[in-house]
């Protein structure tokens, strides 16, 4: 088995280790690991993917069983036409634990107001009796994939009233699961926090326009942790300024990195993070590389199995 590094190179030592410590765990023997520099990877097995090269030619790979994407939004990489093999993204624990935390942290910092103590300490004693509590404060999470319910599951497991929002519709205890376009208002009406954790698809890109920011109570905040593309980034600026989204804190961008002169940097309701919500931690990573191949050698269906008609 023959095994293709093909992602950042600063991280190619660590990859290579940790791979081949997994895979011997997974009684994988005989296996070798190249990365692009070296010569004679015609017959690669499996390719481990990041996107550096938009023209990636992968069909000089006549060998090949899949690509392991390390990331799990894939949209650069699924309309690459010399893919024939299953493109699988990345599903494992690191990246949603990350996305968790992120999520969970500024839901938080929204549901307790925390920017108006710690950017406002200016010697004045302002005692507010209304803080609400978790039950009180209405989340929707668009996106229930491998990501977005889990944060789901984390704000309802914390006590927030949490419903969701999908393609195909899901059941789960405690959250109001909607799906469809059709859906997407009643999800978005009465939402004080809206989390988006949608792919970029052509069905997504632009969702969040001037329309269905109109549907947003009044006062609502959002969190984009998806795509920046779906998100029309006048329509969310107008939307600010006419108060109806009262902040919003976005770590993804149409264009990354966000160019300097955007109006998000200086705009003080919103907070700019530099798509660091959830990174591809090489150790966890590999976990889910390897367990898939197993389940290959297996002759099991791969873990995060890319759909190309959905586009994710
Ligand atoms: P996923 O497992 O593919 O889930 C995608 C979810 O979106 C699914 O629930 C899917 O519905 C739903 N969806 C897709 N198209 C839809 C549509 N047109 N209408 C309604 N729902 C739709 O993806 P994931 O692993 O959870 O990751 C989600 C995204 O997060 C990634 O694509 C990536 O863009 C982003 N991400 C960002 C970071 C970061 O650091 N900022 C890190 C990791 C991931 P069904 O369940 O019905 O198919």
């Given at each position: 088995?023959?095994?293709?590094?093909?992602?950042?190179e600063?991280?190619?030592?660590?990859?290579?280790?940790?791979?081949?410590?997994?895979?011997?765990?997974?009684?994988?023997?005989?296996?070798?690991?190249?990365?692009?520099?070296?010569?004679?990877?015609?017959?690669?097995?499996?390719?481990?993917?990041?996107?550096?090269?938009?023209?990636?030619d992968?069909?000089?790979?006549k060998?090949?069983?899949?690509?392991?994407?390390?990331?799990?939004?894939?949209?650069?990489?699924?309309?690459?036409?010399?893919?024939?093999?299953?493109?699988?993204?990345?599903?494992?624990?690191?990246?949603?634990?990350?996305?968790i935390?992120?999520?969970?942290?500024?839901t938080l910092?929204?549901?307790l107001?925390?920017?108006?103590?710690?950017?406002?300490?200016?010697?004045?004693w302002?005692?507010?009796?209304?803080?609400?509590?978790?039950?009180?404060?209405?989340?929707?999470v668009?996106?229930?994939g491998?990501?977005?319910?889990?944060?789901?599951?984390?704000?309802?497991?914390?006590?927030?009233?949490?419903?969701?929002?999908?393609?195909?519709?899901?059941?789960?205890?405690?959250?109001?699961?909607?799906?469809?376009e059709?859906?997407l208002?009643?999800t978005?009406?009465?939402?004080?926090?809206?989390?988006?954790?949608?792919?970029?698809?052509?069905k997504?890109?632009?969702l969040?326009?001037?329309?269905?920011?109109?549907?947003?109570?009044?006062?609502?905040?959002i969190?984009?942790?998806?795509?920046?593309?779906?998100?029309?980034?006048?329509?969310l600026?107008?939307?600010i300024?006419n108060?109806?989204?009262?902040?919003?804190?976005l770590?993804?961008?149409?264009?990354e990195?966000?160019?300097?002169k955007?109006?998000?940097?200086?705009?003080?309701?919103?907070?700019?993070?530099?798509?660091?919500?959830?990174?591809?931690?090489?150790?966890?990573c590999?976990?889910?590389?390897?367990?898939?191949?197993?389940?290959?050698k297996?002759?099991?269906?791969?873990?995060?199995?890319?759909?190309?008609d959905k586009?994710?």
């Open positions: 088995m023959k095994i293709l590094y093909s992602a950042k600063d991280e190619w030592e660590i990859y290579q280790e940790l791979l081949d410590r997994k895979l011997s765990d997974h009684g994988f023997t005989g296996f070798q690991i190249f990365r692009e520099t070296d010569t004679k990877i015609e017959d690669i097995d499996f390719v481990i993917y990041a996107p550096k090269n938009k023209n990636e992968f069909s000089r790979y060998h090949l069983k899949a690509i392991f994407s390390l990331w799990a939004g894939i949209e650069t990489i699924i309309s690459n036409e010399t893919i024939d093999v299953p493109l699988i993204k990345m599903v494992d624990e690191g990246l949603t634990k990350g996305m935390e992120w999520c969970s942290a500024h910092r929204y549901h107001n925390l920017d108006h103590h710690i950017k406002t300490q200016d010697g004045a302002c005692f507010n009796k209304n803080q609400l509590l978790a039950f009180e404060r209405n989340i929707s668009l996106g229930l491998n990501i977005g319910m889990e944060v789901a599951k984390s704000l309802r497991d914390f006590g927030f009233s949490v419903s969701g929002w999908s393609a195909q519709k899901k059941f789960e205890p405690g959250i109001r699961c909607y799906s469809g059709d859906a208002r009643e978005l009406e009465g939402a004080d926090i809206v989390i988006c954790l949608l792919p970029e698809t052509k997504t890109i632009g969040l326009n001037k329309e269905t920011f109109s549907y947003f109570k009044d006062g609502a905040k969190i984009n942790a998806g795509r920046g593309s779906l998100i029309d980034d006048d329509a600026l107008n939307s300024e108060g109806k989204i009262s902040h919003a804190t770590d993804v961008f149409s264009e990195p966000l160019p300097q955007h109006l998000f940097w200086s705009n003080k309701n919103v907070t700019v993070t530099p798509h660091i919500a959830a990174i591809s931690r090489p150790d966890t590999v976990d889910s590389i390897a367990m898939n191949i197993a389940r290959y297996k002759g099991k269906d791969f873990v995060g199995l890319v759909d190309n586009g994710y």
